[in-house]
């Protein structure tokens, strides 16, 4: 891998790595930014949970409210869609186009285990994509309305099932393939839309190759120093072939300068090496919500940030990433709203820092929309 600094110039602690991160994030310090900025510095935000969206992107400006989120989606500045493991997530248009082409570029539809789960085989997706992309030329449908013109052929009634599951397996590779993502919401209906018809500009889905530079540099613009692995864990939960994975990097030659972190090594944009090796520890006391970035970007199996005795009270049961308390960019408790209180589990039996989690409360209530909380501890 090439570098601008040689093999191990950059050797930094991982509490700058964090701090680092929490600037670009605009964790510590807040900032201005809108909607579609925190977006795409992020390189997208989860929205399996709406109000989680809307919370992260709150909790990263200092004066955000709930719904920035939902009126830069219904202003068609953010796209909707299933993407990084495939998951929903609001993503600037630009990211949505590169981070689809490499999730359809693993073709996860195409093994037998994937076709004995969901009953569709590869010629069967295909299909759906072309019929997909008759339907909604134009249109903007519900999935009753999407499901019942699709099954209108007969060759697609044996996936009936499973087009109407709210899971929706069948139609990830079609998002991945561009024949469709989510539209405006119709009351409390999902709808879906063609990105090429319902997002001003859309330019397709690019060749992998050429997305992949722009999808990595997002990413590490972000989570740096990262490895190729920890990029994939990310993206396609380690879907990507190995040596495609590591061509994308080997590729960006210059823009990558390696780094070295307590002994491990990965890579930042050279663009950002100086400004990392400079940043100083971090000195703060964070509140984020579910489901935020700041951990599903590293993953929660990353120990520098997240102890590995505490893992499963952040990643949970059924997928859910737990509300975050940081200090000094490492997660060291969790917390929930109850009523009108703002319950704090500090991890080791550690001292709540009481009067700071007071004051991030109050952001917390302004970005959840609530009446004033009260932090308590258990």
């Known amino acids: 891998?090439?570098?601008?600094?040689?093999?191990?110039?950059?050797?930094?602690?991982?509490?700058?790595?964090?701090?680092?991160?929490?600037?670009?994030?605009?964790?510590?310090?807040?900032?201005?930014?809108?909607?579609?900025?925190?977006?795409?510095?992020?390189?997208?935000?989860?929205?399996?949970?709406?109000?989680?969206?809307?919370?992260?992107?709150?909790?990263?400006?200092?004066q955000g409210k709930?719904?920035?989120?939902?009126?830069?989606?219904?202003?068609?500045?953010?796209?909707?869609?299933?993407?990084?493991?495939?998951t929903l997530h609001a993503l600037t248009p630009d990211v949505a186009a590169g981070v689809l082409s490499l999730m359809g570029s693993a073709r996860t539809w195409e093994k037998p285990s994937w076709t004995k789960n969901f009953g569709?085989?590869?010629?069967?997706?295909?299909?759906?994509?072309?019929?997909?992309?008759?339907?909604?030329?134009?249109?903007?449908?519900?999935?009753d309305e999407l499901v019942s013109a699709i099954v209108a052929e007969p060759?697609?009634?044996?996936?009936?099932?499973?087009?109407?599951?709210?899971?929706?397996?069948?139609?990830?590779?079609?998002?991945?393939?561009?024949?469709l993502c989510h539209g405006p919401a119709d009351g409390?209906?999902?709808?879906?839309?063609?990105?090429?018809?319902?997002?001003?500009?859309?330019?397709g889905i690019p060749e992998p190759d050429v997305a992949a530079p722009e999808v990595?540099?997002?990413?590490?613009?972000?989570?740096?120093?990262?490895?190729?692995?920890?990029?994939?864990?990310?993206?396609?939960?380690?879907?990507?072939r190995k040596p495609i994975l590591r061509r994308w990097f080997s590729e960006?030659?210059?823009?990558?300068?390696?780094?070295?972190?307590?002994g491990r090594k990965g890579y930042i944009r050279t663009e950002d090496a100086d400004e990392l090796a400079a940043t100083a520890p971090a000195r703060s006391v964070r509140l984020l919500g579910a489901f935020d970035q700041y951990v599903l970007g590293p993953g929660t199996g990353d120990t520098a940030l997240l102890s590995a005795d505490h893992r499963a009270k952040v990643s949970r049961t059924a997928g859910w990433i737990s509300p975050l308390?940081?200090?000094?960019?490492?997660?060291?408790?969790?917390?929930?709203?109850?009523?009108?209180?703002?319950?704090?589990?500090?991890?080791?039996?550690?001292?709540?820092?009481?009067?700071?989690?007071?004051?991030?409360?109050a952001h917390v209530a302004r970005a959840m929309g609530t009446s004033p909380l009260i932090v308590t501890t258990e």
Do not use: C
């Open 66 to 86: 709930p719904g920035a989120v939902t009126k830069a989606l219904g202003e068609k500045k953010l796209l909707k869609t299933w993407a990084m493991r495939g």
């Open 325 to 361: 308390v940081l200090i000094n960019g490492r997660i060291a408790g969790t917390w929930e709203v109850v009523d009108t209180d703002l319950i704090v589990t500090m991890f080791d039996n550690a001292d709540a820092p009481l009067p700071e989690l007071q004051d991030e409360a």
């Open 252 to 262: 960006l030659g210059d823009r990558l300068t390696e780094v070295e972190v307590e």
């Open 188 to 203: 409390t209906s999902v709808t879906f839309a063609s990105p090429a018809r319902l997002i001003p500009g859309w330019r």
């Open 1 to 62: 891998m090439a570098s601008a600094r040689g093999v191990g110039a950059v050797r930094v602690s991982w509490d700058q790595v964090f701090a680092w991160r929490m600037g670009r994030q605009f964790v510590d310090p807040r900032g201005g930014a809108d909607a579609v900025a925190v977006v795409g510095r992020l390189a997208g935000v989860q929205t399996q949970v709406t109000s989680a969206a809307e919370t992260a992107v709150a909790l990263r400006t200092t």
């Open 120 to 143: 569709a085989t590869p010629q069967d997706i295909e299909a759906l994509v072309k019929a997909v992309g008759e339907i909604l030329d134009g249109a903007i449908l519900t999935r």
């Open 216 to 240: 990595i540099s997002a990413y590490l613009g972000a989570y740096g120093p990262a490895t190729p692995e920890t990029f994939d864990a990310w993206l396609s939960r380690g879907s990507i």
């Open 155 to 179: 060759r697609f009634h044996p996936l009936e099932e499973q087009l109407r599951s709210g899971w929706g397996a069948l139609l990830k590779p079609l998002a991945w393939q561009g024949a």
